[in-house]
């Protein structure tokens, strides 16, 4: 059984750098491409990028200049950082799983995700 | 900023039947993207229920069920359940980006 984990500071304050970490057991993160997705309290969802084990990613326009996603096949972890946060940044963070082996398509899916973890942004 | 757009809520008694439209435009579902549909109970991580606007996942019930035509989606519930009562979401593509629609919360009366 596939499980995601997320982990990192609840606290993040304004103009600082959010790090989050998501650790994968019971598969290999060189198996599949994995999404990071936020959740701002009230609103709906938004993909914030997805990076494959080699180092490939994409990443959403709207954030494309503060954040950076990488893994760590050493230690089966993906990680985001995102730069410069602002209250606007404060949310629920998922990582996810595309369902392809080493494929991306626009048809993708994520499944399994994590349970998320909420970073609040303070001023 | 979510480019599909879905009902804020439904509800229905125990055992009727329940829809949840997704409406997208031209550059997600009407240009063919897959829609793909997830349950999030309280407190939990969002469940993959249909992929492939009609693909249940092994082990969700077949009171579940998806469809599309044209720039839309939906998602049905026959025979509600107590434990149907969550947070519906649509996802789909468009423009470079995976998107979701906006939400819609299922009430069971």
Redesign the interface.
Known sequence: QVQLQESGPGLVKASETLSLTCTVSGDSITNSYW?W?RQPPAK????IGYIYYTGST?Y???LKSRVTISADTSKNQLSLRLSFVTAADTAMY?C?RH?YFGMIT???????????TLVTVSS | QSVLTQPPSVSGAPGQRVTISCTGSSSNIGAGYDVHWYQRLPGTAPKLLISGNTNRPSGVPDRFSGSRSGTSASLAITGLQADDEADYYCQSYDSGLYVFGTGTKVTVL
Do not use: H
Request: charged residues 15%; negative net charge; glycine residues 16%.
């Open positions: 999404s997705i709906g969802l938004e993909w994409k959403n326009p709207s998922y996810a369902p626009t048809g993708d899916w994520f499944d399994p995700w994590g349970q998320g």
